[in-house]
């Protein structure tokens, strides 16, 4: 019997580079906070953020619900229905609204599970508004990298600056 020769090429780690480079840190985690927004349950809009430490992954969060509360899309808040059906404008009677922000989710995701967020960065698909950026503040988040959604809503980053929390807008196309 002869030697047969395998159709498995062996791959050095120096041929695998050359072939394909790994994304930037900012890149990577930005590419998991638009998968992470896939989640939303939200009828207007998605959007996904995560909390990153060392590297490492602290907790994620989506808009919607809270937890055990009937999602968006099955009806679960009357305002959010509402909207989308035309019968609010954006802004009007936000405080009927069941729904939390990404942010938010991340931070009490963080917080459910034990996990200090003190000097964590954020990373998020959308702008924080006001509020988020408020509990951001609280949370000792010490950088925020996000993207720019809604620009006529910079009250959130406006904070964020005045209490020394690094803002980096991500505006890099993500592949």
């Known amino acids: 019997m002869g030697c047969v020769r395998s159709p498995v090429q062996v791959w050095y780690p120096r041929q695998i580079m050359l ?3 790994k994304p930037e840190w900012d890149e990577y ?3 998991i906070a638009v998968v992470v ?3 939303a349950d939200c009828l207007r809009r998605q959007v996904g953020a995560i909390l990153i430490k060392d590297f490492r992954i602290l907790a994620t969060g989506y808009n919607g619900t809270p937890r055990g509360i009937r999602n968006c899309l099955k009806g679960g808040c009357r305002r959010c229905l509402m909207r989308h059906q035309g019968k609010l404008k954006s802004g009007e009677r936000e405080d009927e609204c069941i729904c939390l922000h990404a942010e938010q989710n991340a931070v009490l995701q963080a917080a459910y599970l034990g ?4 000097g964590a960065t954020l990373y998020c698909t959308s702008n924080p508004c006001p509020s988020c950026a408020k509990m ?7 950088k925020v990298i996000c993207r720019v959604d809604r620009p006529e809503d910079k009250i ?5 600056r005045q209490a020394k929390i690094k803002v980096v807008i991500f505006n890099k196309s993500l592949s």
């Open 115 to 118: 996990v200090p967020t003190a």
């Open 19 to 21: 072939k394909k480079e």
């Open 156 to 160: 959130g980053l406006e904070l964020l």
């Open 136 to 142: 951001l503040i609280n949370a000792g988040i010490v």
């Open 37 to 39: 927004k896939k989640r």
């Open 29 to 31: 985690f930005m590419i």
